[in-house]
T-cell receptor, first 114, second 111 residues
Framework: EAQVTQNPRYLITVTGKKLTVTCSQN?????MSWYRQDPGLGLRQIYY???????DKGDVPEGYKVSRKEKRNFPLILESPSPNQTSLYFC?????????????FGSGTQLSVL | RKEVEQDPGPFNVPEGATVAFNCTYS??????FFWYRQDCRKEPKLLMS???SGNEDGRFTAQLNRASQYISLLIRDSKLSDSATYLC????????????FGKGTLLTVNP
């Protein structure tokens, strides 16, 4: 089954404790992206990747890191989480094609930073 | 002007009603347009892409007006299962390859 898998689904942590949210897709998609969703602010892009070893900042990259060592994986790293990073996070992937791209989203990760 | 703006909502309609959502975008270079549906706290899912000629999928019709820079979504004969948040999404194809999401409009269809 074609899917984007995010883990964990829920995460509670404390300020400053490094964490990684994993994202994996099995559709051989070139494009992958991370979003955060906050009430009243909608979905905002954190980082995206056009292909292996190609990453770029989205609208709200501060406090986050990503890597794209393999095509299928795109982990989101919070080196020193802070309470303002409490949010619902989504990973997404798509083909990079000409006419318009359907995004496939993971199920989301609800992160709480205390 | 915000990059993507949607009707603030929420919309509460009875079953069987016709409801329309509008979305405006600020960047005239935008090339791809979509409507996504999101159920509460779940992942967004593509409802339909929006083409210049307009497109229809069953009870759903999407239209694009490039001159006025807005897109619309019309839902006919609303069902209870249509209750969700509808997100307008605009892709400005550039070296940044950015997708901009509207904040969404909440629709509740009542029995």
């Amino acid at each position: 089954e074609a899917q984007v898998t995010q883990n964990p689904r829920y995460l509670i942590t404390v300020t400053g404790k490094k964490l990684t949210v994993t994202c994996s897709q099995n559709m051989n998609h070139e494009y992958m992206s991370w979003y955060r969703q906050d009430p009243g602010l909608g979905l905002r892009q954190i980082y995206y990747s056009m292909n292996v070893e190609v990453t770029d900042k989205g609208d709200v990259p501060e406090g986050y890191k990503v890597s794209r060592k393999e095509k299928r994986n795109f982990p989101l790293i919070l080196e020193s989480p802070s309470p303002n990073q409490t949010s619902l996070y989504f990973c997404a992937s798509s083909l990079v094609s000409g006419a318009g791209e359907k995004l496939f989203f993971g199920s989301g990760t609800q992160l709480s930073v205390l | 002007r915000k990059e993507v703006e949607q009707d603030p909502g929420p919309f509460n309609v009875p079953e069987g009603a016709t409801v329309a959502f509008n979305c405006t975008y600020s960047n005239s270079a935008s090339q791809s347009f979509f409507w996504y549906r999101q159920d509460c706290r779940k992942e967004p899912k593509l409802l339909m892409s929006v083409y210049s000629s307009g497109n229809e999928d069953g009870r759903f019709t999407a239209q694009l007006n490039r001159a006025s820079q807005y897109i619309s979504l019309l839902i006919r004969d609303s069902k209870l299962s249509d209750s969700a948040t509808y997100l307008c999404v605009v892709n400005r194809r550039s070296s940044n390859y950015k997708l901009t999401f509207g904040k969404g409009t909440l629709l509740t269809v009542n029995p």
